[in-house]
Each structure stands twice: as C-alpha cells, then as structure tokens.
C-alpha cells in the first residue's frame, strides 16, 4: 500500500511563505508524475502545479506561477518525496493543499495524501 502523507501547511500573513513537503511511505512504486492540488472552501479541486519524475520538468497553474516552485529530493532520497515552496501567498491561496502521484501505468493521479491546511490572512 502506498502512502502519500503531506506537512507544512499552517497559517501565514498575506505577503508570507510557507513551503509543503509530500513524503511517500509503505511499498516503493514508480511515479510518472507528481503534483499538488488545492480545494478552497465552496470550489472545486483545481490543479496547482506538477512535476514529471523522468526529467524533473515542472508546470504550474497560471495563478501561481513566480510565487510557487516545485521540486523533488531526489536521485538523493529515492522515495517519491517533493516539496512546494510558496511565497508571496496571498488570501486567495487559502485551501487545502492535496499532494497526489500518478503511478507508472495510470492514466491520471491515482494515489492522494490526506491534504494539508493554508491559511493566508489579509
């Protein structure tokens, strides 16, 4: 069974960073990619941003790109272990942040960590 489990998250003044850290745990599988989601309250899960485990290329959602960077700990740590740096979080950032994984073979994200709370104050 594997285990997405994410941490980091908390409450922050407009303006501030925070950086989220994603761990897998249980058995070791292959990821195609790896990605962080957000769900605010009332709204839909969007996507946030993600990285593809072969060549580390990143993508980011519109609404984040310069503010968020997203990166993995790897070949160092050789679990699927990524981090989203935040920083010039603004109210609008305020959601539970999802981390996700699509194993090799699945066709989208296929494993999802519990999520962890943003809270972003004016």
């Known amino acids: 069974q594997v285990q997405l489990v994410e941490s980091g998250g908390g409450l922050v003044q407009a303006g501030g960073s925070l950086r989220l850290s994603c761990a897998a745990s249980?058995?070791?599988?292959?990821?195609?990619?790896m990605g962080w989601f957000r769900q605010a309250p009332g709204k839909e899960r969007e996507f946030v941003a993600s990285i593809r485990w072969a060549n580390g290329d990143t993508y980011y959602a519109d609404s984040v790109k310069g503010r968020f960077t997203m990166s993995r700990d790897y070949p160092r740590n050789p679990r699927n272990t990524v981090y989203l740096q935040m920083n010039s979080l603004q109210p609008e950032d305020t959601a539970v942040y999802y981390c996700?994984?699509?194993?090799?073979?699945?066709?989208?994200?296929?494993?999802w960590g519990q999520g962890t709370q943003v809270t972003v104050s004016s």
């Open positions: 996700a994984a699509q194993q090799v073979g699945s066709s989208n994200y296929n494993v």
């Open positions: 249980g058995r070791t599988f292959s990821a195609h990619a």
